[in-house]
């Protein structure tokens, strides 16, 4: 899995909204994106990959890095 360009979905964004590319399947890099926030939505699809191991891969991923991730915003 390949992170996505970020830059072909301006229209994700918005208020108190961050657009991220990164993979997914990496439970640090989750809780790199993590970092700072209270809330993850996760929509993803690759149809290179079978489904059965592409979701089990990013649910693994962020049962690792969503816990690991300092969701405090004020960075108390």
Known sequence: ???LNAALYPDLAGAGVRVVAGDLADGVAVAEFAEGHDA???AV??????VADFY????DALLVGL??????????
Do not use: E, K, Q
């Not at 089990?56 to 649910?59: E, F, I, K, L, P």
């Not at 690991?68 to 960075?75: C, I, L, V, Y």
């Open 67 to 76: 816990p690991r991730a300092d969701t405090d915003p004020s960075g108390a």
């Open 40 to 42: 993850a939505i996760v």
């Open 1 to 3: 899995m390949g992170p």
């Open 56 to 59: 089990v891969r990013v649910a």
């Open 45 to 50: 699809y690759d149809p290179a990959v079978p």
